[in-house]
């Protein structure tokens, strides 16, 4: 499944509550998408400016009472617990620079299976925080 949404409000219909949304700030966006990607589940993707040396391109965030879809990561690492936050990285060696690694933070909140997606070269602790602040 992947249904485009017209805005946070149809997402916040899917879930039956408001979509989680990060706290701590984010780089600057160039634009946004809201996805449905399961039949309970939705994905926000922050697609980044990436025009500045070394920015981080984009940035995605599921939520949902389900799972979320697997994703096929080649060549990924094993992946490890922070917390009570699964990690897992891979290369991406064909992508763009700023669309590699991609590194993929799992965990659950509030009845909310929650993944959190980046892509482009993020600090772990970066990513983490983002993902406490959700």
Same mark, same amino acid.
């Given at each position: 499944?992947?249904?485009?949404?017209?805005?946070?409000?149809?997402? $916040?219909?899917i879930l039956g509550r408001p979509f989680?949304?990060?706290?701590?700030?984010?780089?600057?966006?160039?634009?946004?998408?809201?996805?449905?990607?399961? *039949?309970?589940?939705?994905?926000?993707?922050?697609?980044?400016? $990436?025009?500045?040396? @070394?920015?981080?391109?984009?940035?995605?965030?599921?939520?949902?009472? *389900?799972?979320?879809?697997?994703?096929?990561?080649?060549?990924?690492?094993?992946?490890?617990?922070?917390?009570?936050?699964?990690?897992?990285?891979?290369?991406?060696?064909?992508?763009?620079?700023?669309?590699?690694?991609?590194? @993929?933070?799992?965990?659950?909140?509030?009845?909310?299976?929650?993944?959190?997606?980046?892509?482009?070269?993020?600090?772990?602790?970066?990513?983490?925080?983002?993902?406490?602040?959700?």
């Amino acid at each position: 499944m992947h249904e485009p949404l017209e805005g946070i409000a149809e997402a $916040d219909a899917i879930l039956g509550r408001p979509f989680p949304l990060p706290s701590a700030a984010l780089p600057l966006a160039r634009w946004v998408d809201v996805v449905q990607v399961a *039949e309970r589940g939705v994905e926000v993707a922050w697609n980044l400016d $990436d025009t500045r040396a @070394e920015a981080p391109a984009r940035l995605a965030l599921y939520a949902g009472l *389900e799972a979320p879809p697997e994703r096929d990561l080649p060549g990924a690492e094993d992946a490890r617990e922070e917390d009570t936050i699964a990690v897992r990285t891979a290369a991406l060696p064909e992508a763009q620079p700023s669309l590699r690694p991609v590194t @993929e933070l799992r965990w659950q909140r509030d009845g909310l299976h929650l993944r959190l997606t980046a892509q482009g070269p993020w600090e772990t602790d970066a990513l983490l925080a983002l993902a406490r602040s959700v």
